[in-house]
């Protein structure tokens, strides 16, 4: 349900391209990583894999669940919520694997959280938390890395930018772009692990940014 009205939604406040890497595959049981840099983008992301046949599970905070009617769709749809600093953290990558086993598509978020910066700007990916390496080691899933661009465009900044980027959008209907990579294995060192799955989620993000036409697409990979 999340990824048809993500894909229905999209229209509305933004114009949403896609493109793949010509070995880019979404085969059952695998981990997509993507980049996370606005409130917006997990919908930008669902619909564009939807576009592709594609429709995840996705591993988002908590909080959501709390959320009246959203909370009660994450659960039906077997969503998962990442508690972050109590017993329960450990849970998410539990059900994770379950879902893969299963041969659903996990989306994860590697940052593990949003850009401190406020403007509209891109941004590249952040470090990455351990726990997408882990759940790559556990289950020896594929990782797809998929960027988004643009969708700061829609929401960023504080509370009131964020308010405005909403209401706004139907008329700006900014440009959107996701592009999917190749899949990659981790596995062995987990540091080494993390930074692989970070540069293949910041190569993919580059092309997305890129399309756009972004200046960010152009500095020098860090």
């Not at 351990?130 to 289950?139: K, N």
């Not at 594929?142 to 900044?157: E, H």
């Amino acid at each position: 349900m999340l990824s048809r009205l993500a894909h229905a939604v999209m229209p509305a406040v933004g114009r949403l391209t896609v493109t793949t890497d010509p070995a880019a595959v979404l085969a059952p049981g695998s981990i997509i990583a993507a980049n996370h840099t606005s409130f917006a983008d997990p919908a930008v992301v669902l619909a564009a894999l939807h576009r592709l046949g594609a429709e995840p599970v996705v591993m988002a905070a908590a909080g959501l669940w709390r959320t009246p009617l959203l909370g009660r769709v994450l659960a039906r749809e077997g969503h998962i919520p990442v508690h972050r600093h109590d017993g329960r953290a450990g849970r998410c990558l539990d059900l994770a694997a379950a879902a893969l086993g299963e041969g659903r598509l996990v989306l994860i978020y590697g940052e593990g959280g949003l850009p401190s910066r406020e403007d509209a700007a891109e941004t590249a990916p952040s470090t990455f938390r351990t726990g997408l390496a882990r759940l790559a080691e556990r289950t020896g899933s594929p990782v797809v890395p998929v960027g988004q661009a643009g969708a700061r465009r829609i929401t960023s900044g504080n509370a009131a930018k964020q308010l405005a980027g909403l209401v706004t959008a139907p008329f700006r209907r900014p440009a959107l772009h996701v592009h999917v990579g190749q899949p990659i294995l981790l596995g062995g060192d987990r540091a080494a692990s993390t930074a692989k799955a970070r540069s293949a989620v910041t190569a993919a993000w580059r092309a997305a940014a890129a399309e756009l036409g972004e200046p960010a697409a152009l500095a020098q990979p860090h």
